[in-house]
């Protein structure tokens, strides 16, 4: 897993980054792709919810949310001078929501826009912190058990 590879090297040139490098290490690679499978469904959702009942609010805000994500995913490639996990999706990603960003400038002012992608962020880490607890700690309840079995 790219975290196991290059965590020392992140710490030591980014001393800030010790604890999720910490955390990260203890999650396996299925662990990171069900956190990412439910980051995808919970917009899946949104879009229903919002095609539904016509509230496009809700969809707009984690998208936005999702597209703030990609840009994070670019400036962490670009700071760490290196491939990480999630910029070849976010490279294919970022076109597709600019054009969809830019033809939302069309219908809601800049505030509306900045007001909905603070709250899908929120919405959207809080979901990724409690997300990232449930997956660790299942990870922890199977290793003692793998353990206990050995």
């Known amino acids: ?8 090297d ?7 980054t010790q604890r999720f490098v910490l955390h990260a290490k203890k999650l396996s690679t299925t662990g990171f792709a069900l956190i990412a499978a439910e980051e995808f469904f919970l917009l899946v959702g949104a879009t229903l919810v919002s095609n539904q009942w016509d509230v496009a609010a809700v969809w707009l805000s984690l998208f936005l949310a999702f597209s703030f994500h990609l840009v ?3 400036v962490q490639c670009l700071t760490v001078r290196r491939y990480i996990p999630g910029i070849v999706s976010a490279l294919i990603a970022i076109p597709f929501c600019t054009i969809v960003i830019t033809r939302t400038t069309d219908v809601y002012s800049t505030g509306t826009i ?9 919405v959207a880490g809080t ?10 700690k299942r ?3 199977h290793d003692n058990r793998s353990d206990t079995q050995q």
């Open 127 to 136: 979901n990724l912190i409690l997300l990232h607890r449930w997956v660790t």
């Open 1 to 8: 897993m790219w975290i196991r590879r290059n965590g020392t």
């Open 10 to 16: 992140l710490s030591r040139r980014f001393p800030f």
């Open 139 to 141: 990870a922890t309840v």
């Open 114 to 122: 900045l007001l909905y992608t603070a709250a899908g962020s929120v």
């Open 72 to 74: 994070v995913h670019v």
